[in-house]
Antibody, heavy 121, light 106 residues
Framework: EVQLLESGGRLVQPGGSLRLSCTAS????????MTWVRQAPGKGLEWVAS????????FYADSVKGRFTISRVNSRDTLYLQINSLRADDTAVYFC??????????????WGQGTLVTVSS | EIVLTQSPATLSLSPGERATLSCRAS??????LAWYQQKRGQAPRLVIY???NRATGISARFSGSGSGTEFTLTISSLEPEDFALYYC?????????FGGGTQVEI
């Protein structure tokens, strides 16, 4: 069974930084691209960033480009999202999701339960 | 950016009724279109991929159709557990995008 467990979300002040983690199990992690999707309170889903199975080909939403960095360590079955220069509108539940293929241009076939990031002074 | 427009925003139906959800893309996404179900406080769950393929474990009462710019998710006979929020998602072009969602409510 595929399991994705996010962690690292917390209350952060504007301008601060945070690193989110997503630990995967139940599948050959390095064979699949991974993605971060976020959902602001009471709002819809917003794609944030994706990375290929080998760690190459990162893609970012314009709203986070230059502030967020997606990375992965396949030996640890772990996905990361480094978030810098946090703003109030980054407040959201951040979900990691498994892509259906090695390259990131796939739908998302499994999702974690999410971790809440709150940006407030 | 490809904009996905879902309609209606809210669908009020009763158990046993048929639900028809629409997703329109601002430009062609071929069949690179997925549907997700999200219940309150839960993560999204894949329902349909490739516009018309049911995901693993999804009931046969769910079906998807369409290609290009017009897509439909149909729930043939609503069960109590189907009342939820549904999002369409395109992975044809970067940036990946989601529709605004359709709430299926009792």
């Amino acid at each position: 069974e595929v399991q994705l467990l996010e962690s690292g979300g917390r209350l952060v002040q504007p301008g601060g930084s945070l690193r989110l983690s997503c630990t995967a199990s139940g599948f050959a992690y390095g064979n699949f691209a991974m993605t971060w999707v976020r959902q602001a309170p009471g709002k819809g889903l917003e794609w944030v960033a994706s990375i290929g199975g080998g760690g190459g080909n990162p893609f970012y939403a314009d709203s986070v480009k230059g502030r967020f960095t997606i990375s992965r360590v396949n030996s640890r079955d772990t996905l990361y999202l480094q978030i810098n220069s946090l703003r109030a509108d980054d407040t959201a539940v951040y979900f990691c999701a498994k892509c259906a293929g090695y390259h990131p241009e796939h739908h998302f076939d499994s999702w974690g339960q999410g971790t809440l990031v709150t940006v407030s002074s | 950016e490809i904009v996905l427009t879902q309609s209606p925003a809210t669908l009020s139906l009763s158990p046993g009724e048929r639900a028809t959800l629409s997703c329109r893309a601002s430009q062609s996404v071929s069949t690179y279109l997925a549907w997700y179900q999200q219940k309150r406080g839960q993560a999204p769950r894949l329902v349909i991929y490739g516009a018309s393929n049911r995901a693993t474990g999804i009931s046969a009462r769910f079906s998807g159709s369409g290609s290009g710019t017009e897509f439909t998710l149909t729930i043939s006979s609503l069960e109590p557990e189907d009342f939820a929020l549904y999002y369409c998602h395109q992975h044809s072009n970067w940036p990946l995008t989601f529709g605004g969602g359709t709430q299926v409510e009792i």
